[in-house]
């Protein structure tokens, strides 16, 4: 009788000995990201830069435009608004980093949070601001009328507000198109963003055709502000050294440009466009200049806490700036006067902002103030 062939001489079946279960692989830990110290700096220039502009701006309306209503008021307010204009391009430049590169959404929910977190703050202050302006009688339409234009972006209680319905739609844009190149299928996102290419469109259309008032629908971005957005990225990518040791010759453009911008608003057309080459310039000298700065390790906490608290200084910095404004500028001032008054304005505002911001980060009041 001869034995299957399954079984070994000594009864024992044939199989292949048992092996041990390989272990599973132990989970990779997640890379730590570099905390760019050098962007913190960059993004609390920015917001001072805000401050300098928008406090130059109310020094040049106050003069009516026009040197000859005051000279010492108008050419104090220009030089201001002109040394800050690199500061919007560079908050552009450093969302498309933060988006792309810094710290990109894994999935369209991960985008949905940090869209909440812009929100919901500029809700909030676009009903302080709302409620400010009745308060001194400057609102000229029911409150309730400019809060519906609000919502779509037609009316902005604060000019400052603008960036804000720029800035969603092109972190919208800059994450769709990485979640699409990294696989992922963001239906949601791209339907928001199809909603918000047609809506201008589409509510002047239905606004032709019923006869209703629609407001005007103002989320969304330029093209200059793309175009910051991903050049920013690009820049604040690189590692260190790609521009070269000599730091300092990124400083001639951002410093010789705002004397051409200065001159550009007097004699071409006041407010200069952020898409000029003129501010294209000044940026790109003001952020190569500062990029990878080294930051000493003592200045490393302070830098950092003032950077987290600069949104919510950029929020408020418009409602002191024109409390001391409206107490404090007048179109009589003398050079030397304008000047002084001019930086400690400045100053005043600067250090009150980040101290409002800072006091409602220890309140906990960031998710609903900035």
């Not at 902005?156 to 720029?166: N, S, T, V």
């Not at 699409?180 to 963001?186: D, I, L, M, S, T």
């Amino acid at each position: 009788m001869t034995m299957p062939s399954s079984v070994s001489p000594a009864g024992a079946p044939a199989t292949a000995p048992a092996t041990a279960p390989s272990p599973e692989p132990a989970p990779q830990p997640r890379p730590v990201r570099e905390h760019r110290y050098d962007v913190d700096l960059i993004r609390l220039l920015c917001s001072v830069g805000v401050i300098l502009c928008h406090t130059g701006s109310a020094f040049v309306n106050t003069a009516g435009r026009e040197a000859s209503n005051g000279p010492g008021t108008y050419w104090a307010g220009l030089v201001a608004d002109s040394a800050g204009r690199f500061a919007v391009p560079l908050f552009f430049a450093i969302a498309g980093w933060v988006v792309l590169v810094g710290a990109p959404v894994g999935d369209g929910r991960r985008l949905w949070k940090r869209i909440v977190r812009i929100a919901v703050p500029l809700a909030v202050w676009t009903a302080l601001y709302l409620a400010w302006g009745r308060l001194r009688s400057t609102n000229d339409d029911p409150i309730g009328d400019l809060a519906l234009d609000s919502l779509f972006a037609s009316v902005r209680p604060a000019y400052h507000l603008w960036y804000l319905y720029a800035y969603i739609p092109v972190i919208m844009l800059l994450a769709f198109a990485a979640l699409v190149k990294a696989g992922k299928r963001p239906w949601g996102l791209g339907a928001a963003l199809l909603v918000l290419g047609a809506a201008p469109s589409l509510f002047g259309d239905i606004a032709q055709v019923t006869d209703l008032d629609l407001p005007r629908f103002g989320w969304g971005f330029g093209p200059y502000q793309l175009i910051y957005a991903v050049l920013g990225a690009l820049i604040l990518s690189v590692p260190v050294g790609t521009f070269g040791r000599r730091r300092l010759w990124w400083l001639l453009p951002a410093g010789a440009a705002p004397a051409a911008i200065v001159a550009y608003q007097h004699e071409v057309h006041y407010a200069i466009p952020y898409a000029s080459v003129l501010v294209a310039l000044f940026s790109a000298g003001v952020l190569l200049s500062l990029h990878r700065l080294h930051i000493p390790d003592r200045l490393r906490p302070a830098l950092t806490r003032l950077s987290d608290a600069s949104f919510g200084a950029y929020m408020i910095h418009v409602l002191v700036l024109g409390v001391l404004t409206d107490a404090m500028v007048t179109a009589d001032l003398t050079w030397v006067a304008a000047a002084a008054l001019m930086a400690g304005m400045t100053a005043a505002t600067t250090v009150l902002s980040f101290g409002a911001a800072l006091l409602w980060t220890r309140l906990g009041l960031t998710r609903l103030l900035g």
